[in-house]
């Protein structure tokens, strides 16, 4: 199983670290936690396709934990 932490940042993080996405991967089902602004991107760039996410816990509905889900509409869309 591996845990891959694709942003830890707050609201309004710095550039260069994305807000709340974290990936979990069991190679049967990957999770997505929280999905903050720019996961598709981090995502992509850890050499994961938003396809591939099985499903998305959303912990909370503070904005940084959840709009990057237009993102992933917006990645898989595209793929």
């Not at 891959?4 to 996405?21: D, H, I, K, Q, Y």
């Not at 591939?52 to 912990?59: A, F, K």
Request: glycine residues 14%; charged residues 15%.
């Amino acid at each position: 199983m591996y845990i891959v932490f694709l942003g830890t940042g707050g609201s309004g993080a710095p550039p260069g670290r994305a807000e709340n996405c974290i990936l979990v991967d069991n190679s049967e089902v990957r999770i997505l936690l929280d999905a903050g602004p720019g996961c598709g991107q981090k995502l992509q760039e850890a050499g994961y396709s938003v396809c591939e996410i099985g499903y998305i816990y959303i912990t909370h509905l503070h904005i940084d934990h959840w709009s990057g889900l237009l993102d992933i509409a917006v990645y898989a869309a595209a793929e």
